[in-house]
């Protein structure tokens, strides 16, 4: 008889433990052992515990393959669910075999799991890996299953609420209460429950204050502070939550007939000049343009479609030197400048904040990171098996994802969502703009420095979303294409893996809607195509959606700094807009502390929040990918100290890509 020392490891989560009666079978090249009773005591798998028990056989089974495990409830007692992390196993010959789990096990069914050694698809050769293999797809198949929320904007996977979803990518226990909370609890949080019903408008700016007032942060004190001041007005659109617009102005659009007399006074310097010099920038929202806005407590609402122009003053300060609220110059379309009346420019920018904020909700937010995520995820989880190296680097960057964006369907962007109801842009105008915003959208604007070049922003001083994502991408990059190399040795090996095809086409077809313009490739012919687009993937998952998420209740709990909607059309004559009419142009008291308890929830960091580069789960084996891991995560913490060592200079500090602070995975 030969020996097998089998350790099993319960997840430390709650409800993971199991009283069932537990079995084993290992499965080798050279045979197998019985369906083994691990004959344990009630402890032995208690959540965090690690049992470990022995498995004979007659003879030596070789090399191991996989594992069957399962379990049976015991008489009159009730059958529970499990979570093991992980089996250990092992050999007579001295040998050890992982066998990485991390899944709810809930029925008596008997359930593979393969070694954790990464095999591609025409490596795993013997006929046991091949059946598994093909047995774990099929029923994945059937458990992700993708769906058609609206025509024109990509696919999401079916299902009918978040109890539906398959239990491995559910919210924990943990999550789900604090989530559940922070919703329920949100407008009491910020003690704003008296205000929740109020369809009036707000009467002065103080009254907007004392709402203001409790549950701040940091930065949303300085937005309250500073809002109404051209510098930082500039300087969100480098830093604040929507970062993805501005661009270099090359040359000044037919549209927007902006003169040297309108922003340069007694002729100092001219548009052409500082156009060449690089000095000009551009805001450009037509994607906004003819919408339908949205009706909010029975009144018609507004949502222009600027156009903002920027100057690089030579204190490096981003001033915005020209605004034109429609996309169609007319007499009643005037050009505001910082030279009008106060409430003239004010008003001008505060039109131009909730444009922005509609713009970056529904195109930056939830199409470029939410939904794409939820893409890459169903398509793996469909196409790749758990013992692929691909499902082993991606698995941890769709943490959530597909729960969140479930919540999302049904809860802000339904036909009752908050959203809906008291965003300028929600019901038919929402769909609109995600189709134009999926049909605009390309590949290299996916790539953060392919988007910089390509919007000409290299040299922006004080930019440091360009400088932290850069970093962060160059990071990434070496990690993806250090574990991509080691298993991938040639363009060959890419072009011949069926999965890795299927998992990218899948991709092209249901993420993008087979549309080539957008230059997302439809198959992978080099290790380097393949390492930049799970860079895009695994950047797009993290660091994209942290820079464009985490800042809401900074940059929009103060609500004239990103109005979810105006309800007054913008002035079509300069010098008759004064503070009344300002405030009756703000949205409503209830949609205001709707909006403000929707952002607070969306920017709240879970207990379980999951940093970047952490990998609880360990589902490498080998050692070199181990190693590269390791690497990794020291690179971050790198970065992460030059990022607080830089940001005790600034007025303003950007914290948004410290990797502290960015999450693993679209999470909230």
């Keep these: 008889m030969v020996k097998y020392e089998v350790t099993v490891s319960t997840g430390d989560r709650i409800y993971a ?55 049976q409830c015991l008489l009159l007692f009730p059958e529970d669910n499990w979570f093991p992390d992980k089996v250990e196993v092992k050999s007579p010959e001295g040998d050890t075999y992982n066998f990485p789990i991390y899944r709810w096990i809930t029925d008596s069914e008997v359930h593979f799991f393969r070694e954790g050694t990464a095999l591609k698809v025409y490596d795993d050769i013997h006929p046991l890996g091949q059946y598994s293999r093909e047995k774990e797809l099929k029923q994945r198949e059937k458990d992700y299953r993708w769906d058609v929320y609206v025509e024109g904007i990509p696919h999401c996977m079916k299902a009918e ?42 009467t002065d700016i103080d009254a907007i204050s004392r709402a203001f007032s409790c549950n701040r942060t940091v930065m949303s004190d300085y937005v309250h502070k500073h809002w109404k001041e051209d510098a930082f007005f500039g300087y969100q659109y480098l830093n604040g939550v929507n970062p993805m617009l501005i661009r270099r102005c090359t040359a000044l659009p037919k549209n927007f007939p902006v003169t040297d007399g309108m922003v340069f006074l007694q002729g100092q310097c001219s548009l052409a000049d500082e156009i060449k010099k690089g000095n000009i920038y551009l805001c450009d929202y037509k994607r906004l343009d003819g ?76 199409l470029r990171t939410h939904l794409l995520a939820e893409v890459f995820a169903v398509s793996l989880l469909r196409n790749v098996p758990a013992v692929h190296p691909l499902y082993k680097l991606l698995i941890p960057h769709t943490r959530y994802t597909l729960q969140i964006n479930n919540m999302a369907r049904l809860l802000l962007i339904s036909k009752t969502g908050v959203f809906t109801e008291f965003a300028a842009s929600g019901g038919e105008a929402l769909i609109t703009v995600l189709k134009r915003s999926l049909s605009s959208l390309t590949y290299s604007s996916l790539c953060i420095q392919d988007d910089i070049a390509e919007r000409g922003l290299e040299g922006v001083p004080n930019f440091h979303y360009r400088d932290d994502g850069l970093r962060l991408w160059k990071i990434i990059h070496r990690f993806v294409e250090g574990v991509l190399s080691y298993y991938y040795k040639d363009d060959a090996e890419v072009q011949k893996d069926s999965e890795l095809q299927k998992w990218i086409l899948d991709i092209f077809e249901q993420g993008f809607l087979s549309q080539a313009d957008t230059g997302i490739p439809q198959s992978f012919t080099t290790v380097a195509g393949l390492v930049k687009f799970v860079t895009m993937a695994i950047f797009t998952c993290s660091a994209q959606h942290a820079a464009v998420n985490s800042g809401q209740f900074d940059y929009g709990g103060w609500m004239p700094n990103a109005p979810t909607s105006l309800q007054l059309p913008p002035p079509t004559t300069k010098g008759k807009t004064s503070e009344d009419t300002m405030l009756q142009t703000l949205p409503d008291v209830n949609t205001t502390v709707h909006g403000m308890s929707t952002l607070w929830l969306l920017s709240r960091q879970s207990s379980d929040f999951v940093p970047l580069g952490d990998y609880p789960e360990d589902y490498f084996s080998e050692k070199i990918p181990c190693k590269l891991i390791k690497d990794f995560q020291g690179a971050l913490e790198v970065l992460s100290v030059k990022i607080k060592v830089r940001n005790r200079s600034l007025d303003v500090p950007y914290t948004y890509l410290d990797p502290t602070e960015v999450e693993n995975s679209v999470a909230v």
């Design 291 to 366: 919408l339908e806005a949205n009706i909010i407590n029975g009144k018609k609402q507004y949502l222009m479609a600027p156009l903002v122009l920027f100057h690089k003053t030579p204190d490096d300060a981003l001033m915005p030197i020209a605004i034109q609220l429609k996309q169609t110059p007319a007499d009643d379309n005037p050009i505001f400048l910082p030279t009008d009346s106060e409430y003239d420019w004010l008003t001008a920018k505060i039109f131009v904040r909730s444009a922005d904020f509609n713009e970056h909700q529904l195109n930056v937010h939830l």
């Design 17 to 71: 433990a199991t009283f069932n009666n537990v079995y084993i079978k290992l499965v080798g090249t050279e045979g197998e052992s019985e369906h083994q009773w691990l004959m344990s005591f009630a402890t032995s798998f208690n959540r965090s515990a690690v049992s470990t028990f022995t498995v004979s056989c007659p003879v030596s089974i070789g090399k191991l393959i996989l594992i069957e495990l399962d379990k």
């Design 161 to 202: 609420g978040p109890l539906s979803l398959p239990l491995e990518v559910r919210f924990s226990f943990t999550k789900t209460t604090e989530f559940y909370f922070t919703a329920a609890t949100g407008l009491a949080e910020l003690q704003l429950e008296g205000l929740a019903d109020c369809k009036e408008k707000w």
